[in-house]
């Protein structure tokens, strides 16, 4: 059963650099069938989806966030990573890692959604 | 950008029927799904393209989507209903969550 788990530090100070990695077990991130992405939920607040990446490459972002998001995979390793810059407190939230499932009906009907998420990992951004 | 809209809150009595609607600009011609999210937990998938029930899912979720309005529905509400519920759609390479909807079992 695929699982997915979220790592990196709970502090984050101002104006620095956010970075998580999400390490998927039972399943192989270099597949043709999968999307994977990280998703944030600031506290008492709703989802906010912040970006996703495929195995060929291919990143698509928030456009509230993109100038600041970077999304890469580690095949390797099996992992992908989220790296959030010059964070302010705003940024403080539950960040999922999560696996997407993206495909087309007849060319031109769009799904995306999501069948596998992590537990969440909290970061703080405070001084 | 593209907004979906759900009601902050919605209060059901057991054994009821639960609607949650989300709205969007011709929500109807894109594909809609929701989300359950129970307090201290992550989300789980519940329907997926409009109406489709992922195995394990109770058979009293179901979902539809037309014109410009997604709606979950749950019937015969159980008191382990009671989550918050996020729609969420995919829309020119974006994807977009609705606000949540608090549904409460009294």
């Known amino acids: 059963q695929l699982q997915l788990q979220e790592s990196g530090p709970g502090l984050v100070k101002p104006s620095e650099t956010l970075s998580l990695t999400c390490t998927v077990s039972?399943?192989?991130?270099?597949?043709?069938?999968?999307?994977w992405g990280w998703i944030r939920q600031p506290p008492g607040k709703g989802l906010e989806w912040i970006g996703t990446?495929?195995?060929?490459?291919?990143?698509y972002c928030n456009p509230s966030l993109k100038s600041r998001v970077t999304i890469s995979l580690d095949t390797s390793e099996n992992q992908f990573s989220l790296k959030l810059s010059s964070v302010t407190a705003a940024d403080t939230a539950l960040y999922y890692c999560?696996?997407?499932?993206?495909?087309?009906?007849?060319?031109?009907?769009?799904?995306?959604?999501?069948?596998?998420w992590g537990k969440g990992t909290t970061v703080t951004v405070s001084s | 950008s593209y907004e979906l809209t759900q009601s902050s809150s919605v209060s059901v009595s057991p054994g009821q029927t639960a609607s949650i609607t989300c709205s969007g600009d011709?929500?109807?011609?894109?594909?809609a799904c929701w989300y359950q999210q129970r307090p201290g937990q992550s989300p789980v998938l519940v329907i997926y393209?409009?109406?489709k029930r992922p195995s394990g899912i109770p058979e009293r979720f179901s979902g539809s989507n037309s014109g410009n309005t997604a709606t979950l529905t749950i019937s015969g509400t159980q008191a382990m209903d009671e989550a918050d519920y996020y729609c969420?759609?995919?829309?020119?390479?974006?994807?977009?969550f609705g606000g949540g909807t608090k549904l409460t079992v009294l």
């Open positions: 039972g399943g192989s991130i270099n597949s043709s069938s999968y999307y």
């Open positions: 011709k929500l109807g011609d894109k594909y």
């Open positions: 393209q409009d109406n």
């Open positions: 969420q759609a995919w829309d020119t390479s974006m994807v977009v």
């Open positions: 990446i495929f195995y060929s490459g291919t990143i």
């Open positions: 999560a696996r997407a499932i993206v495909g087309t009906t007849g060319g031109y009907y769009y799904y995306y959604y999501i069948d596998v």
